[in-house]
């Protein structure tokens, strides 16, 4: 006999929201009620996806109104984020990343150019990669203020990216076509059109500000990777408390029951962290770093919860667990 599909239920697992952040929350939930939470590699899709939400607004909702974006609090950004990442992870890290390259570019905007490329992040026609020139990921070699060499890994959700990297207080920017993009093989984060790259020429950006992206894409990475721990901790007490063995609900045996409620209790801690958190480079850093481990943890309970049946693509938990493992690849620096 085999197991009953069960539909998970749409917790939120953060402090108290106030009454437009429900109404977020509740916008992104019946997107996706509509939509569908499971993405493939296809470009039109993700990018009809991608401007439903700019459309809406979403997108880069916690961009500061002055420079273009909507200029909402950290909650709200919070919500964004975790909600894309229980929905659509790969979605939620190219909003993280979004949301970073206006921050680095806030500063910088009368360069028409730069201006132009910030309206492009906030319409959804135009993404960025931003990522750590420093990164085990990336081989760059400098001469004098030239950048050349290859990048290993981007996922930003778009088939053309510019890339913005960050070298200590430095942002070095690279146009879609001084770069040669091939296609990358990952575990997960489906809809990421994850790449690799080999760049022939970066601009220095001078005035950018790194600092300001750095924190932002580490805090952005860490709610992303709560929302797909939160799916997959609901994914896991809907499962055992739907089936029966020994006589009951799985939920009651003392050993489950104890792995679901640590499952749920590890999302709200991470949230209300995420919450709280000075958004500085060093406090966030640490952050995401227990936020990418821990989704993975908490995904791999939330499997070992369906027993064979977590394994099966039929059920969504195994798709946690590969988009965990590649959130967490996809944010290492």
């Known amino acids: 006999m085999s197991a009953p599909l ?15 952040e429900q109404d977020l929350l509740k916008l992104l939930d019946s997107i996706a ?23 809406l607004g979403v997108w880069t909702l916690a961009a500061a109104e002055e420079h273009g974006g909507g200029g909402a609090g950290r909650a709200a950004a919070v919500v964004v984020w975790e909600r894309l990442g229980r929905y659509w992870p790969a979605l939620g890290w190219a909003s993280v990343q979004a949301h970073a390259a206006l921050a680095a570019l806030g500063p910088v905007l009368a360069d028409p150019a730069l201006a132009a ?93 790194a600092s300001a992206a750095r924190a932002l894409l580490r805090l952005g990475g860490a709610v992303v990777a709560a929302g797909i721990a939160g799916a997959a901790a609901d994914t ?15 939920i009651d045996l003392p050993t489950v029951h104890r792995s679901v409620y640590e499952q ?17 480079p060093s406090a966030t850093a640490g952050l995401l770093t227990r936020a990418a481990d821990g989704a993975i943890d908490v995904a791999a309970a939330a499997l070992q919860s369906h027993g064979g049946y977590g394994y099966l693509t039929e059920y ?18």
Do not use: K, N
């Not at 069960?6 to 437009?20: K, Q």
């Not at 896991?236 to 799985?250: K, M, N």
């Not at 949230?271 to 958190?277: K, N, V």
């Open 236 to 250: 896991s007490a809907a499962y055992t408390a739907s089936r029966r063995q020994f006589g009951g609900p799985l």
């Open 6 to 20: 069960v539909t998970a239920p749409m917790t939120w697992y953060g402090p108290r929201l106030a009454e437009d």
């Open 316 to 333: 969504p938990v195994e798709r946690y667990l590969r988009d965990a493992v590649s959130l967490r690849a996809a944010t290492a620096s």
């Open 117 to 209: 490329l910030a309206s492009g992040l906030h319409s959804a026609t135009a993404a960025v990669a931003v990522l750590e020139a420093r990164r085990p990921l990336a081989a760059l070699s400098w001469e004098g203020s030239t950048v050349t060499g290859s990048v290993a890994r981007l996922d930003a959700a778009h088939p053309a990216p510019h890339l913005l990297l960050l070298d200590g207080a430095r942002c070095l920017l690279v146009a879609p076509d001084d770069a040669a993009t091939i296609p990358v093989a990952r575990t997960g984060l489906a809809g990421a059109l994850t790449m690799s790259a080999t760049i022939g020429a970066a601009t220095e950006l001078s005035g950018a500000d």
């Open 33 to 55: 009620a509509g939509r569908g939470t499971v993405l493939s590699d296809d470009p039109e899709i993700v990018a009809a996806l991608v401007a439903e939400l700019a459309g």
């Open 264 to 280: 749920q209790a590890w999302v709200r801690g991470l949230l209300a962290e995420a919450m709280g958190i000075d958004q500085e």
